[in-house]
C-alpha cells in the first residue's frame, strides 16, 4: 500500500493536534514518573494556572491530599499496562477543590514499551455536589439509612445512626449487622435475610431489637432491599426507624502525528470528528459505546448517533457564535436503535481552513439511575411508592401559583384511616403494611387523574385537587374515598374493617401557604374524628378556635390534679 505523502501526513497530523488542543476535556500527557510532559488549555483552565505552568511539574502536585494518593496508585496501574476510571479531588489556584472524573490510559512508543499515560479529565464539581445533596437526605433523614455488603457487614450508614445507637460511624462500619441484633432474634433474622437474597429488589419488612451502644436495645422497623446486582449501589439498603415509641507522556501532545492518534485511541471516553454532518474520525471508545465498528462509522451522517429531538436541541443552541463549545445531556442512539443517556461535550475547531466539530461522549447511564434512586428515596415513601410529605408540600406550592394566575381553587383533603391501630396491633405490622398498600390503591382508583394522592405517614394519606369549579366538586371525591374505603379488607385470610375521617381544607386566593392548608386539613380531620369518624369536615375560622381551646384543655387537664383543680361529684343512677 503507497505510503502517506509528507503533506497528507502533516494535515493529518495537523488534525489530531486541534482534537487535542480544543478539547472540552482537561488533556494531560506524563512520563513514567507521572512528571508532565503535555497539558492542554483545558486542563489548566480547570484548576486556574496557565497550561504552560503544569508542565515539568509532578501531577499529583495538582491535587489534594487524598488524591494523591488516588494518583500515585493508578501510576502502578498504567506502569501494568491497566486503563483506569477514577474521581479525584484537585485543588485550584484559588483554594477550592475541583473534582475530576480521569479516564487514564498507559501510553507507548512505536516498539509497545510503555512509556507514560494520558489522562483525560472531566470537572464533575456540579455532579458531585448534586450527589452530595441527595447522600444529605440521607444522611439528616430521622431514620437510619445504612448499606451493607453480602456477607452482612456494613459499608456505610448515616449520620443519624450514630444519633439514634450512640455508635461512632466508624465502628458500625466495621461490623456485622448481625452483631446489633438481639439473640433471641437471630432466628427472625436469618429468615428474613435468607428471604432478601431469594428476592432482590424487593423490600423486605421485619422488626427486630437492634442494639445501643449503652447497651440497651429499641425495637427497630427495618426495610431492607436487596440491590447486590445493582452497578451503581451494589449493596443491601436498610432503613431502620426506631418503633420503641416510635460516593499524564513524555513527548509532547503537539509533537507528533502518533503521540496524538495515541491519546484520541486509548482514551476511555468517545471521541468523535465531524465535518459537514458526517463522521471523519471515530476512536475506539466510540465503537464499544456506539456498536458501530470505525469503518462503519467513517462517512456516516451525524443523525444516526443522536435521537432527533437531541440533534434539534444541539443544533439550535445559540452560544457557538460565541463560545464554539457546548456540553449537553443528549439522549443517544446505539447502532442496535437502543437509546441511552449520553454527556455530550462538543467544540468547533478550525481545520486547513475549513471548520469541523469534536465531540466526546460519556455513556452516563448508571449516573442517570444513581441520581434517579436517590430521588424517588428523597421524594417518596418506600411502602407505597407514593409521593412523601416533602414531595406534596412542594406540589402544593406548584399548585397554589398555578391556582393563583387563574384566579381559581384547590382543595387539600387530609384522610385518616379509623380503626386502622385495632388492624395492626391485632394481626401485625405486616398486615397493617399489606392493607395500607391496599388502601392506597382504592384511593388512586377514585380520585381523579388531575389530582395527587401522598402518603405522609403511618395512616395519612393527602389528595391535592385542582381544576374544579364548586365545593361539592371536592366532597363529592371525598365520598368517594370515605365509600371505597369503607369496603372490607382481605388481609392474611381475613376480613379488616376501616373507615376514613376526612378533613378540608379549601384556598381561593388567601395568604396561607402549603404548611397552613395541610395543618388546616388535618385541624378539620380531626373534628370529622371527634364528630363521629366516617365523615368529612371543612375547615373553617371557627374549626381554629375549636383547636386552640382543645389543646388548652389538654394542657389543663394534665396539671389538674396536682393543681387540686378537679372536686369528685358522686351522681345516683336511678
Excluded at 147 to 169: C, H, K, N, Q, Y
Excluded at 306 to 330: H, K, N, P
Excluded at 395 to 423: N, P, Q, S, Y
Excluded at 426 to 452: C, E, K, P
Amino acid at each position: 500500500m503507497v505510503g502517506e505523502t509528507s503533506a497528507a501526513r502533516w494535515a493529518s497530523e495537523q488534525q489530531y493536534r486541534a482534537i487535542v488542543e480544543t478539547a472540552t476535556e482537561g488533556i494531560v500527557v506524563v512520563d513514567r514518573d507521572y512528571v508532565v510532559s503535555f497539558a492542554n488549555e483545558r486542563f489548566g483552565a480547570m484548576i486556574g494556572v496557565d497550561s504552560a505552568a503544569v508542565v515539568g511539574r509532578r501531577i499529583e502536585d495538582f491535587a489534594t491530599g487524598d488524591g494523591k494518593a488516588q494518583i500515585l496508585a493508578g501510576r502502578a496501574e498504567r506502569l501494568r499496562g491497566r486503563r483506569g476510571r477514577y474521581e479525584i479531588p484537585m485543588r485550584h489556584v484559588d483554594g477550592s477543590t475541583v473534582w475530576c472524573q480521569i479516564s487514564a490510559a498507559p501510553l507507548y512508543d512505536a516498539s509497545g514499551k510503555i512509556i507514560g499515560a494520558v489522562g483525560m479529565h472531566t470537572d464533575i464539581t456540579e455532579r458531585r455536589t448534586v450527589e452530595a445533596r441527595y447522600r444529605a437526605l440521607a444522611e439528616y433523614a430521622s431514620d437510619i439509612v445504612s448499606t451493607m455488603d453480602a456477607d452482612l457487614r456494613f459499608t456505610w450508614a448515616s449520620d443519624s445512626t450514630e444519633r439514634v445507637l450512640g455508635f461512632p460511624i466508624e465502628q458500625i462500619v466495621r461490623m456485622s449487622a448481625l452483631d446489633l441484633v438481639h439473640p433471641d432474634d437471630h432466628e427472625l433474622a436469618a429468615t428474613k435475610i435468607i428471604e432478601l437474597f431469594e428476592c432482590p429488589g424487593v423490600p423486605i419488612r421485619s422488626e427486630l431489637r437492634v442494639m445501643r451502644a449503652d447497651g440497651s436495645w429499641l425495637v427497630g422497623e427495618v426495610i431492607a432491599v436487596n440491590l447486590l446486582d445493582d452497578p451503581v449501589i451494589a449493596g443491601v439498603v436498610l432503613s431502620t426507624r426506631d418503633v420503641t415509641e416510635r460516593r499524564d507522556a513524555e513527548t509532547a501532545l503537539r509533537a507528533s502525528e502518533a503521540r496524538n492518534r495515541s491519546i484520541v485511541e486509548t482514551a476511555a471516553d468517545a471521541i468523535i470528528t465531524v465535518e459537514n454532518d458526517v463522521v471523519t474520525t471515530f476512536n475506539r471508545a466510540a465503537e464499544r459505546i456506539f456498536g458501530w465498528s470505525e469503518a462503519e462509522a467513517l462517512g456516516t451522517p451525524t443523525d444516526a448517533f443522536l435521537t432527533s429531538e437531541s440533534m434539534a436541541e444541539v443544533r439550535a443552541d445559540q452560544r457557538w457564535a460565541r463560545d464554539q463549545r457546548g456540553t449537553y445531556q443528549v439522549d443517544a442512539l446505539h447502532r442496535s436503535g437502543q437509546q441511552f443517556p449520553a454527556e455530550l461535550s462538543i467544540s468547533m475547531i478550525p481545520f486547513e481552513g475549513r471548520v469541523a466539530f469534536t465531540a466526546v461522549v460519556r455513556d452516563i447511564t448508571e449516573q442517570r439511575a444513581f441520581e434517579a434512586r436517590l430521588e424517588t428515596l428523597a421524594l417518596h415513601d418506600q411502602l407505597t411508592g407514593l409521593p412523601n410529605r416533602r414531595r406534596l408540600l412542594e406540589r402544593i406550592d406548584e399548585a397554589i401559583a398555578r391556582t393563583r394566575r387563574r384566579h381559581g381553587m384547590l382543595a387539600v383533603l387530609f384522610c385518616d384511616l379509623d380503626r386502622f391501630k385495632v388492624v395492626n396491633d391485632s394481626l401485625g405490622h405486616d398486615a397493617g403494611d399489606q392493607l395500607l398498600v391496599m388502601a392506597a390503591a382504592r384511593i388512586a382508583d377514585v380520585v381523579r387523574d388531575t389530582d395527587l394522592l401522598s402518603r405522609i405517614g403511618g395512616d395519612e394519606f393527602v389528595i391535592l385537587c385542582e381544576e374544579f369549579d364548586t365545593v361539592s366538586d371536592v366532597t363529592d371525591i371525598a365520598r368517594r374515598v370515605a365509600a371505597a374505603l369503607d369496603q372490607p379488607f382481605v388481609v392474611r385470610g381475613s376480613e379488616a374493617f376501616v373507615t376514613a375521617s376526612i378533613g378540608i381544607a379549601m384556598w381561593a386566593g388567601g395568604p396561607e401557604t402549603p404548611i397552613d392548608l395541610l395543618r388546616n386539613a388535618d385541624t378539620a380531620m380531626y373534628r370529622a374524628k371527634d364528630s363521629g369518624r366516617n365523615r368529612f369536615e371543612i375547615f373553617d375560622a371557627a374549626m381554629q378556635a375549636w383547636a386552640a381551646a382543645r389543646l388548652d384543655y389538654e394542657s389543663a387537664l394534665r396539671r389538674a390534679i396536682e393543681r387540686n383543680e378537679m372536686r369528685v361529684h358522686y351522681q345516683p343512677i336511678v
